[in-house]
């Protein structure tokens, strides 16, 4: 069942100086919410509770003695969340201009500001309200300045705006829960070894090439041009021409969409997390998961088996995606059962896109992907893909070995801890065998 997170305001006065409609809007300073963007799960049984905004009034000019006044500002959430009530003080004057601070997240201002500010000029031009975005990307908080009307549009225009982007290719998934296979030195080594191959790079330049995320890796200049398989010409009846052979380049293969060996990981549910309240939400979920997660695993450590490579969607000739399938060893349903237990909790505490929470789980190694692909100004293909029969024919039944999956991750996508793996939000063990390794 749906859980829509609609944030319903209403603002009451002790003096003759009120908002004269409800104030609909997605996250307040003080508060944690989100947007109504058919996210699955929440407690929709449960009777709706009310938390405190902080609110605060300015003016752009004081003809009259200020007055305070106390403010009980309600904020009635449907997801069936706690919530605190609050009540803040207002400073109020004959010109009734106010401002609210919402708790947007950095990674959605660039939606609300629009192409060349264009987005944020037309809501202040048919709202009549200011926006102000804060100086610092670490902020997350936006603030709406004007009329108490003129805000209420204002709210209402920015909260169907994120709907939008939230449910849109436009925003990417910024975090993941994980199951790595890095922790495997073993691994990594076979790994920069496939990937050694196809570049044509000689594995005494390996870490260095490919243990980085510099540009400046050392590679060789002429790799491109390196021979990986041959086809026979169109026949034509006056054609003498031998086989040519096809550069990497001409594959659409280079060293940008192989994935990083230190990064490499099995995905369970993929996540979009905007601000730094929905991040916090998921570690609490994540870590209240863990003794359900041991218990549907039996407390014994779970072992997989890589072998061979698989195209995602599609044909080897014009592949995307390039996986490794895994294999669970001694079944599967210990596995799947825990990771239906970290996805139905992830969906009930409301931060799973509803078409992510009908996806069937498929777990696979991803070790080639175009969408990682570093673009040249001239490259203009309008189609990105790759060729995979040449390396389909050397690893089509590669054996990457077996191991133990020793660790579940809460992950952040493009930022990575020291060890060149995502960053950990959260994490915790899973049961080992000391002679898995």
Known sequence: MLAVFRVEAALNFTIAYRISKSVPYFQWQKGYSCASN???????????KWRGVSVQACS???????????VKSQVQVHDGRLAESSSSKMASSSTDKHSISLEVGSSLFRFIKGKWGSTQAKIEEETGARLIFPPSRNDESLIIEGTSESVAKASERIQLLIDEVVKSPALDYSHFVSLPLALHPQFIDKLIGFQNSILGINDANSSEVLGGSSNNDGTNEDATKIPLVSYPPKSTSTSTSKPRTSTLSELGIDKSIFIKPQTFHLTVLMLKLW???????????????????MDALDGRPVFIKL??????????????????????????DRLLGACKIITDAFIKGGLVLEKDAKNTLKLHATVMNVRQRKRKKDDRRKFDWFDARGIMEQYGSEEWGEYVLPELHLSQRFVYDESGYYHCCASFPLPKNTQAD
Do not use: H, Q, W
């Open 38 to 48: 058919k996210m699955v799960g929440g407690n929709n049984n449960t009777r709706p």
């Open 307 to 332: 072998k061979g490579l698989e195209c995602m969607k599609g044909s080897f000739a014009k592949a995307r995606v390039l996986y490794a399938p895994v294999e669970v060893v001694g079944g599967e």
């Open 275 to 293: 601000n730094k309240e929905r991040v916090n939400a998921a570690a609490k979920i994540f870590k209240g998961i863990e003794a359900d997660v």
């Open 60 to 70: 752009a000019e004081v003809t009259d003695v200020d007055v305070n006044v106390e």
